[in-house]
């Protein structure tokens, strides 16, 4: 039984290829190891059931996850799932490369990531080259959903929430500055709190604030994440993450914008991984 893993730092999906059939999809929460140890991680997969079922069963296991990106870090992955599943031989690579796989395929691309966090890479059809992005929530993640969280709260402390945008924040969240603090300063996991308000926007996707943080998120995350690549006119961009999914309208425009081609925007990777491990266990 083979098993894949796509993970931010929010989120984690698995799912299972055995004799050449995928099965169901599950979830436990994300493992990025800039901000998990061993013990989180072992917490977290022994809280999933069903992985906990097939756990004496997997012999492959192929992890890619945000923060996953220095052999350090990927050996904190690395030694918590042969931990849980003993029998499995494990390899654990960065997010982008699972981008890079479910939308360019076999194909040279630019993938890009648009869910808690935000990169992008040029991948040449086979492997992921080195890129300056993925700076992390402080110092990057344009156009994600830390980003879009923080610009929410920040202009609700400014004072500058514009109504309707302020009556549907007011009614939905309770926020101040100590709130804040204690959340973003003073305990771990800031990013994923952050970027748990862009459902928020999500949830307000006609909302004329709303609409317009989300193109200047998005023109902040083309100027400095794909523009800067020499030959971005030439190859499609394609994008993966539910920020890039639900407001595909306004990424597709400030593309075109850029005269960028935007290909494939997929909410999920981890089926386009599955099948492209499915197509290998056949083949061999």
């Known amino acids: 039984?083979?098993?894949?893993?796509?993970?931010?730092?929010?989120?984690?999906?698995?799912?299972?290829?055995?004799?050449?059939?995928?099965?169901?999809?599950?979830?436990?929460?994300?493992?990025?190891?800039?901000?998990?140890d061993e013990s989180f991680i072992l917490n977290g997969l022994s809280s999933n059931s069903s992985l906990v079922?097939?756990?004496?069963?997997?012999?492959?296991?192929?992890?890619?996850g945000a923060g996953c990106s220095s052999p350090e870090r990927n050996d904190i992955v690395r030694h918590a799932l042969q931990?849980?599943?003993?029998?499995?031989?494990?390899?654990?690579?960065?997010?982008v490369l699972a981008s890079a796989i479910a939308t360019c395929g076999n194909h040279p691309g630019l993938a890009c990531i648009l869910g808690t966090g935000s990169n992008s890479c040029y991948y040449d059809g086979k492997i992921v080259h080195d890129s300056n992005f993925g700076l992390?929530?402080?110092?990057?993640?344009?156009g994600s959903g830390s980003y879009f969280g923080k610009k929410?709260?920040?202009?609700?402390?400014?004072?500058?929430?514009?109504?309707?945008t302020l009556s549907a924040f007011q009614s939905r969240y309770l926020m101040n500055?100590?709130?804040?603090?204690?959340?973003?300063?003073a305990s771990p996991g800031a990013n994923v709190w952050l970027a748990?308000?862009?459902?928020?926007?999500?949830?307000?996707?006609?909302?004329?604030w709303v609409r317009k943080m989300v193109q200047k998120g998005f023109e902040e995350f083309f100027d400095l994440a794909v523009i800067n690549y020499p030959d971005y006119r030439k190859l499609e961009v394609h994008f993966v993450g539910s920020i890039a999914f639900y407001f595909e309208d306004i990424l597709r425009a400030v593309g075109a914008s850029r005269e960028a081609k935007?290909?494939?925007?997929?909410?999920?990777?981890?089926?386009?991984?599955a099948e492209f491990f499915k197509a290998k266990s056949i083949a061999s």
């Open 53 to 64: 079922a097939i756990k004496g069963k997997v012999k492959e296991i192929h992890f890619y």
């Open 196 to 208: 748990s308000f862009a459902k928020f926007f999500t949830e307000h996707p006609n909302d004329v």
């Open 177 to 185: 500055k100590e709130i804040m603090i204690e959340h973003v300063y």
């Open 136 to 142: 992390g929530y402080i110092m990057g993640d344009e």
């Open 83 to 95: 931990k849980f599943f003993p029998e499995a031989d494990v390899e654990v690579e960065h997010d």
């Open 152 to 164: 929410l709260i920040t202009h609700y402390l400014y004072g500058i929430l514009p109504e309707p």
């Open 1 to 36: 039984m083979i098993l894949v893993a796509d993970s931010g730092s929010t989120k984690c999906d698995w799912i299972t290829i055995d004799q050449g059939v995928i099965g169901e999809k599950s979830s436990t929460v994300g493992f990025n190891p800039y901000f998990c």
């Open 262 to 273: 935007v290909g494939r925007i997929v909410r999920q990777p981890i089926l386009g991984l």
